[in-house]
């Protein structure tokens, strides 16, 4: 089968690069290379380099035929969505539209989009089924939700299958240590840890009044290698069925950031310079997903989502990227 895979120099892209080649499909990436990395694209995969923003960009593209977009492109700072929407909404919302329009004009269904838990903003119900309602808390979680609806209304009058992964929080590295979390910028605390303890720097703790447990905002993990099989399976769901779905992508256990960080140092054996910081911008007290819908109707299994593996695996790589 031929794939194409959008952000696919960026961290789950790469991921699922390789894991499609890996089972011997065709691959072409799609990415501007403006956050993500030419290192991470597979060499077996075809790279072409533009913005998805440029409609001739992405109508080349569809010169060939994919049995499948996933798109994984896009803007994913929750605090910098709060201090640039304009960004986020125009990147994300538009880049998303060129490549449904596109689809729909060369007659291709499969359209498998990497959304967010932050489509709920602050949750009434936890864990947080898919039928919560969707007030986001952020412009990043309000440019996902405008895309799942904009496919929503492309499904509706052109026939667009789709499913919308909703991620809660994406970690971890692969278990040999040769591709990982990078971002630009990076904003996840597993990374960001990991980095101020290996480079004895201080490590900013945001959010220390939630009310929750221990002060800090609490969240359910996901490692890498889990959430490529959750598309996986997706693919094989919208190969049989002709519609739209939405799934929650997590584990349905959260664990806070002052857990994550002590979880680093017993496996690291060393402390981190934790300085407490405020709250940031677009933050949510606790993010958990109810995780049966997918587990029900995909048969979703997480193997390597327990906290111990997602941190040895992040450290693997980190140690290997600073040559420890």
Do not use: C
Not at 117 to 146: F, R
Not at 150 to 157: G, P
Request: charged share 25%; proline share 4%; glycine share 8%.
């Amino acid at each position: 089968m031929n794939f194409l895979v959008t952000g696919g120099a960026g961290y789950i892209g790469s991921f699922m690069t390789r894991r499609l080649l890996d089972e011997g499909h065709s691959v072409i990436v799609a990415d501007s290379l403006e956050r993500g990395k030419e290192a991470f694209v597979d060499k077996r995969a075809k790279l072409f380099t533009g913005n998805l923003l440029d409609k001739e960009f992405v109508k080349n593209l569809f010169d060939e035929k994919f049995d499948a977009v996933f798109h994984f492109a896009g803007y994913i700072s929750m605090a910098e969505s709060v201090e640039r929407p304009d960004l986020y909404l125009k990147n994300n919302v538009i880049s998303s539209m060129n490549l449904a329009s596109e689809m729909i004009k060369t007659g291709q269904n499969n359209f498998i989009f990497s959304s967010t838990a932050g489509v709920y903003g602050v949750p009434q119900i936890t864990p947080i089924p898919e039928d919560h309602p969707k007030v986001p808390d952020n412009p990043y979680g309000e440019s996902k939700l405008t895309v799942e609806i904009v496919l929503e209304w492309y499904k509706n009058n052109h026939n667009l299958n789709f499913i919308a992964l909703r991620y809660f929080n994406a970690a971890g590295a692969s278990l040999d240590g040769s591709i990982g979390e990078d971002h630009i910028p990076e904003t996840h605390i597993i990374p960001l840890a990991i980095k101020a303890m290996l480079t004895d720097q201080d490590f900013s703790l945001y959010g220390i009044d939630y009310d929750t447990p221990d002060g800090s905002a609490i969240r359910d993990y996901i490692h890498v290698l889990d959430l490529v099989e959750a598309h996986l399976l997706a693919f094989e769901k919208i190969s049989k069925e002709r519609d739209g779905f939405y799934y929650n992508v997590g584990t349905g256990k959260g664990h806070s950031n002052r857990e994550i960080v002590q979880t680093i140092e017993k496996i690291a054996g060393k402390k981190i310079k934790v300085v407490e910081k405020e709250r940031r911008a677009g933050d949510v007290p606790i993010l958990i997903a109810d995780s049966s819908k997918i587990k029900k109707e995909l048969g979703f299994a997480p193997k390597y989502s327990d906290i111990d593996t997602i941190i040895k695996s992040a450290l693997s790589w980190h140690k290997k990227q600073f040559k420890i």
